[in-house]
C-alpha cells in the first residue's frame, strides 16, 4: 500500500508496516484472527524489516506470551495505531493517529479478533478512553468493556463484537523496569496480564470447550 497523508511520517518511513495474521487465519481469508496485539508504531527494527514487534520491545513480548503457550504467527497477529515510524520514535501526533486510525478500524472488521491485547498507553487510551493505564489495565483484567469511551473509530467494532480486552504496558526497556503506581515493577504487571490473557483464552476457546466432559 502506499499512503502520503502524514508529511513527517513520510519523511522518517523506510517503508509501510502493515499488519499480521496468523498463518490458520491467513489460510481462512483473513478471518478469524482470535488474538490481535495492537501497539502504538513502528520503531527502527520494524521499519527497517518490515514487520511489527521484531525489535528488542517486540521480543519481549513474544518471549512473554510464549510462556503462556501462545505463538506469533498460530496463536495470534500484531498491528500498530500508526503504521509508519515516527522519527526519534516519537509518539505519534493526535493528526497521524486520526489519519491511520480507519486502517486500523477496517482491519479489524476483516479479521475480528476475539481478544484484543493492547500494549502501551496510546492504544490502552483509544480503546479504553483516556485514563491512568494503570486503572485501564485493572479494569480490563476485570472483564470491564469502554466502548462508550473508545475512539469513535473503534467504538463500532467494540460495540458489535465486545472482545475480550486486555491492557499491558510498553515492553520497551525504560518503561519495563520502571515503577507502576502501586510500587511493582511494570514488568509485573505485564507479567500478570499476560497470564491471565492465557488462563482466559485457554478456558474460552472451542478447543477446550470440545474435550470438556
Not at 120 to 148: E, K, M
Not at 169 to 197: F, I, M, Q, Y
Request: glycine residues 10%; charged residues 20%; hydrophobic residues 35%.
Amino acid at each position: 500500500m502506499t499512503c502520503t497523508k502524514c508529511q513527517s511520517l513520510c519523511a522518517s518511513r523506510t517503508q509501510i508496516v502493515a499488519p499480521d495474521l496468523p498463518d490458520s487465519a491467513a489460510l481462512a481469508g483473513g478471518n478469524p484472527c482470535r488474538i490481535l496485539v495492537i501497539g502504538e508504531a513502528p520503531g527502527a527494527d520494524e521499519d527497517a524489516q518490515g514487520k511489527g514487534f521484531v525489535g528488542r520491545a517486540g521480543r519481549t513480548l513474544h518471549a512473554l506470551l510464549e510462556e503462556h503457550g501462545l505463538r506469533r504467527g498460530h496463536d495470534y497477529g500484531c498491528a500498530n495505531v500508526v503504521r509508519c515510524r515516527p522519527d526519534g520514535n516519537r509518539k505519534p501526533g493526535k493528526g497521524e493517529i486520526e489519519n491511520c486510525l480507519p486502517l486500523l478500524a477496517d482491519f479489524l472488521e476483516k479479521v475480528q479478533p476475539r481478544v484484543i491485547l493492547l500494549v502501551g498507553g496510546t492504544p490502552t487510551s483509544i480503546f479504553c478512553g483516556p485514563g491512568a493505564l494503570s486503572v485501564r489495565v485493572r479494569q480490563c483484567l476485570y472483564g470491564q468493556q469502554f466502548s462508550n469511551l473508545a475512539h469513535d473509530m473503534v467504538q463500532p467494532y467494540l460495540e458489535r463484537r465486545a472482545p475480550r480486552l486486555f491492557a499491558m504496558p510498553h515492553t520497551s526497556p525504560l518503561a519495563w523496569n520502571r515503577n507502576a503506581p502501586d510500587g511493582r515493577k511494570w514488568s509485573a504487571v505485564g507479567a500478570d496480564v499476560v497470564a491471565e490473557l492465557g488462563r482466559w483464552y485457554l478456558d474460552s476457546s472451542p478447543e477446550a470447550g470440545a474435550e470438556a466432559p
